[in-house]
Structure formats: structure tokens, C-alpha cells
Nanobody, 124 residues
């Protein structure tokens, strides 16, 4: 398994940007498909973005397409989520997740490693 630690969350005005980072432990980071999920109070955890092991394939939820971009740097054992044109409805706790599969999966139940989450708050 891999240990994940998110950072980069905070308070930002609508229209602003943030970049989230997820640092992974271990020497097998490149074997994991990585994903970002978010959860607002009283709501289910939802898919945001995912990236293949080499970074060649990415998937983004319709709600964030054109605004968010997932990327990874395997040399640094880190996955990123660049968040632009932020909206108040993007407010949530954002979680990094990992799965030891080559498939770029997008469902919560398909991931078996999770970070502690980082809060993103977007004010209007």
C-alpha cells in the first residue's frame, strides 16, 4: 500500500485558482492509478479526476472539465490538481486516492488507498 498526504487547500475567491498536491510514500508510486475526489458536507464523495500510471491518460468529471487538470510527476512521487476558474460549488474536502491497477478507474469503491483530505473553500 501507499501513504498519501494532500496539501494546497485554502480559501480563494470565485474565479481564482489553487493547485493541490498529493505526496505519496514508497517506491512503487508509478504502479498506481491516481485520482482526486471531493466531498461537501451532507453529500456523497464524488469523482473529480484520475490519471494513468504513466500520465498518458486523464479523465475529468463533466463538472470540472476545462477548469481543472490532473497531472503527476513520478520522479517526485506526487500527483497534482490544478484548479482554475473556481466556483463556490467547488467548495469541498478534496481527497487523493490510489489504486494498484493499470485501469483509469473513476468510482470511489475502486480505490483502496486514501489521503486525509484538504479543505477547499471558494467564496463568492
Amino acid at each position: 500500500q501507499v501513504q498519501l498526504v494532500e496539501s494546497g487547500g485554502g480559501l480563494v475567491q470565485a474565479g481564482g485558482s489553487l493547485r493541490l498536491s498529493c505526496a505519496a510514500s514508497g517506491r512503487t508510486f508509478s504502479r498506481y492509478t491516481m485520482g482526486w475526489f471531493r466531498q461537501a458536507p451532507g453529500r456523497e464523495r464524488e469523482f473529480v479526476a484520475a490519471i494513468s500510471r504513466s500520465g498518458g491518460i486523464t479523465k475529468h468529471a463533466d463538472s470540472v472539465k476545462g477548469r481543472f487538470a490532473i497531472s503527476r510527476d513520478n520522479a517526485k512521487n506526487t500527483v497534482y490538481l490544478q484548479m482554475n476558474s473556481l466556483k463556490p460549488e467547488d467548495t469541498a474536502v478534496y481527497y487523493c486516492a490510489a489504486r494498484d491497477t493499470p485501469a483509469v478507474v473513476t468510482n470511489t469503491y475502486e480505490y483502496n488507498n486514501w489521503g486525509q483530505g484538504t479543505q477547499v473553500t471558494v467564496s463568492s
